[in-house]
């Protein structure tokens, strides 16, 4: 069985002309290829944030983390051209983005590779006919493990409810993962989270937001 379409859009409103100039001339610096880890990998940890929206706590760990690599997946145009002018104003050279589709990108990333997952507000298809859409199921999961060092980080969050329980026991149903009961509500935010503008307003609105934190379990503490 293969993964659901992540039924992605390409663009949430109207590009202006400097976000245009940013993807015309700049994004070719910081584009993911098959070949970026070549040149990249050496002796540096890699983070890897999927959807990251208008890109503020990707760029926030990239500053915390300048000594590790950050790869940014973001199908929205507009998110990326907020990263790049994040970028170039902090001055920051440790990451690198993907403008579309995670499927079409994560079989290049190689296994075991990466020493941490972010999946923050996944769009959660409230609607229960329309869940098979939602991007986090048990076959993307496994690929994603897959992907993680022994040790490594997966944090979800979510202020869906359903969601989040649904995806929790995703996570706990999969034997490679140690989900870490560092709270009973799931309220404990990673270290060094920053709220972005997205979590502010499920604030506003009174939604609660909660964090998943799991890790890789060592081959030998796993069934296969």
């Known amino acids: 069985m293969s993964p659901n379409r992540s039924f992605s859009r390409r663009v949430g409103k109207g590009l202006s002309k400097s976000q245009k100039n940013l993807l015309g001339d ?18 540096r940890s890699i983070i890897l944030e999927i959807g990251f ?22 199908a929205y145009l507009n998110g990326i051209a907020n990263v790049l002018k994040l970028a170039l104003d902090a001055n920051i050279r440790n990451i690198l983005l993907w ?5 079409l990108m994560i079989k290049d990333i190689p296994l075991g ?17 329309h869940h ?11 690929i994603l493990q897959n992907k993680l060092k022994p040790g490594g980080f997966f944090i979800f969050a979510s202020d869906v409810d359903d969601y989040f329980f ?30 972005t503008k997205y979590h502010n307003k499920a ?22």
């Open 203 to 224: 604030q506003i609105e009174g939604r609660t937001t909660r964090f998943l934190h799991a890790i890789k379990r060592p081959l030998s503490q796993t069934d296969s």
């Open 166 to 195: 649904a995806t929790k026991d995703l996570v706990v149903k999969n034997n490679s993962f140690k989900p870490l009961e560092l709270d009973s509500d799931f309220l404990n935010q990673p270290n060094n989270y920053i709220v």
């Open 99 to 103: 403008p579309d589709d995670l499927d």
């Open 53 to 74: 929206g208008m890109g503020e706590h990707f760029i926030h760990q990239a500053c915390y983390r300048p000594d590790q690599l950050l790869i940014g997946v973001e």
């Open 113 to 129: 590779c990466l020493s941490g997952i972010y999946l923050l507000f996944p769009d959660p298809w409230p609607k229960r006919k």
């Open 26 to 43: 700049t994004l070719a610096q910081y584009l993911w290829n098959n070949n970026s880890l070549d040149d990249h990998l050496v002796d």
């Open 132 to 142: 098979k859409k939602r991007f986090l199921n048990t076959e993307r999961l496994h």
